[in-house]
C-alpha cells in the first residue's frame, strides 16, 4: 500500500479545523486519511500546545532534509573490491 505526505494545504486545513475543535477523526474523514496520521501530524509538529500549519511543514522539510539511508559501501567491501 503507498502513501504520501501531507501538503501545506492539507496542513492549513488541519491547522483551522483543530482550531475550530473539530476531532482528529473529523479531520481524518474531511481529508481521506487515516486518524492517527491526523493524530500523529498534530502531536508531532505542536508547540505550546499549538500547531502551526507553516512552522510543521518546514519541521517536515527540515527532518526531509536530513534523513538518509544507511550506506551499503562500507570498509569491508572496499577491501574486497580493492
Known amino acids: 500500500m503507498s502513501y504520501h505526505h501531507l501538503t501545506i494545504s492539507e ?3 488541519v491547522e483551522v479545523l483543530s482550531i475550530l475543535g473539530y476531532s ?6 474531511f481529508l481521506h486519511r ?3 496520521t ?4 498534530l502531536s508531532r509538529n505542536k508547540f505550546e500546545n499549538e500547531y502551526v500549519s507553516t ?14 539511508h544507511s550506506s ?11
Do not use: G, Q, V
Not at 482528529?24 to 474523514?29: D, G, L, N, P
Open 11 to 13: 496542513r492549513i486545513r
Open 24 to 29: 482528529t477523526r473529523f479531520i481524518a474523514k
Open 34 to 36: 487515516h486518524h492517527s
Open 38 to 41: 491526523i493524530a500523529r501530524e
Open 55 to 68: 512552522s510543521a511543514h518546514n519541521k517536515y522539510l527540515e527532518r526531509r532534509k536530513n534523513s538518509s
Open 72 to 82: 551499503k559501501y562500507n570498509e569491508f567491501l572496499s577491501n574486497l573490491i580493492s
